[in-house]
């Protein structure tokens, strides 16, 4: 059944409080599954199925399994007829991706491939960045401004937080960007698909959640100097030990500035 048929025959009117907006261009899912690269062997997980458009790109792939969550009861009423379908290798799950254990309800390789609602996408992503490496890639679609800070670089205005957490885990590139017309209901913002992989060279000296801490600190107050923004973890005399510029703002510094940073921050723990 075409999909216009499915969002009528179900009353699949998008939902402002869920974030949805749905993407029925089957070319164009069809090339984000394309540029994903999931292949034989690899068990997909999709995050906000809808009405299926992704999903049936997705089915139409050679990957060996799809697993869909659906928060919206409605959405996963339509997409029942695809698990009868392809049966065995779909998996529907009625429930929030916020407390769904991925890593559970999928067998490695795995990879994540997305329209992800836009109220609740950067949180998707900050959740998933400690355990990238359980992952074979994410493929996610995602407001445009957020991709630019996800890829941003220092000393440019989208560098922030999201930028160097994301960049400490994962390797990204643009995929591709999407008109607001492919979408019903168009949206008010341009949205963009990125690849993350993992990182190969990311340090194993490094913890994640001491990095986070640093980093949110940092950025609390981009405006003022690291040795204010960081007073609570050691300010001067931890940016002196880790090399970097007490009166540097956190939009300046490297990846591998705050990676030393963490070292340090590290070391002094009894």
């Known amino acids: 059944m075409p999909l216009r048929d499915v969002i009528a025959l179900h009353g699949l009117a998008a939902r402002k409080g869920l974030g949805q907006h749905f993407l029925?261009?089957?070319?164009?899912?069809?090339?984000i599954v394309k540029e994903a690269g999931a292949g034989q062997g690899v068990h997909v997980i999709e995050i906000g199925a809808g009405p299926g458009g992704l999903t049936r790109s997705i089915l139409a792939s050679p990957a060996s399994h799809l697993t869909a969550i659906e928060k919206d009861p409605r959405c996963v009423l339509a997409l029942e007829p695809l698990v009868k379908v392809y049966k065995g290798r779909f998996t529907l799950i009625e429930?929030?991706?916020?407390?769904?254990?991925?890593?559970?309800?999928?067998?490695?390789?795995?990879?994540?491939i997305a329209n992800l609602p836009y109220n609740v996408g950067t949180t998707l992503l900050l959740s998933w960045l400690p355990v990238l490496d359980q992952f074979q890639s994410l493929t996610l679609m995602l407001q445009t401004e957020v991709v630019d800070r996800?890829?941003?670089k220092p000393d440019t205005d989208a560098y922030?937080?999201?930028?160097?957490?994301?960049?400490?885990?994962a390797e990204?590139?643009?995929?591709?960007?999407?008109?607001?017309?492919?979408?019903?209901?168009?949206?008010?913002v341009e949205s963009t698909v990125v690849h993350l992989t993992p990182r190969?060279?990311?340090?194993?000296?490094?913890?994640?959640e001491t990095l986070q801490k640093i980093v949110t600190a940092a950025f609390a107050q981009p405006r003022k100097m690291l040795r204010t923004s960081?007073?609570?973890?050691?300010?001067?005399?931890?940016?002196e030990q880790?090399?970097?510029?007490?009166?540097?703002?956190?939009?300046?510094?490297?990846?591998?500035?705050f990676e030393a940073l963490v070292r340090v921050q590290q070391k002094k723990r009894p």
Do not use: H, Y
């Open 24 to 31: 029925l261009d089957l070319n164009l899912t069809g090339r």
């Open 200 to 208: 190969k060279d990311r340090p194993d000296d490094v913890v994640f």
């Open 150 to 152: 996800l890829l941003a």
């Open 172 to 188: 990204g590139r643009r995929v591709m960007k999407l008109p607001a017309r492919a979408f019903t209901p168009p949206p008010k």
């Open 95 to 112: 429930g929030d991706a916020l407390t769904a254990d991925l890593i559970a309800l999928s067998a490695a390789p795995r990879a994540i």
């Open 242 to 257: 880790a090399g970097v510029d007490p009166s540097w703002r956190a939009g300046q510094l490297s990846l591998q500035a």
């Open 160 to 169: 922030c937080r999201l930028s160097v957490l994301t960049q400490f885990c």
């Open 230 to 239: 960081l007073k609570a973890m050691g300010g001067e005399a931890l940016l």
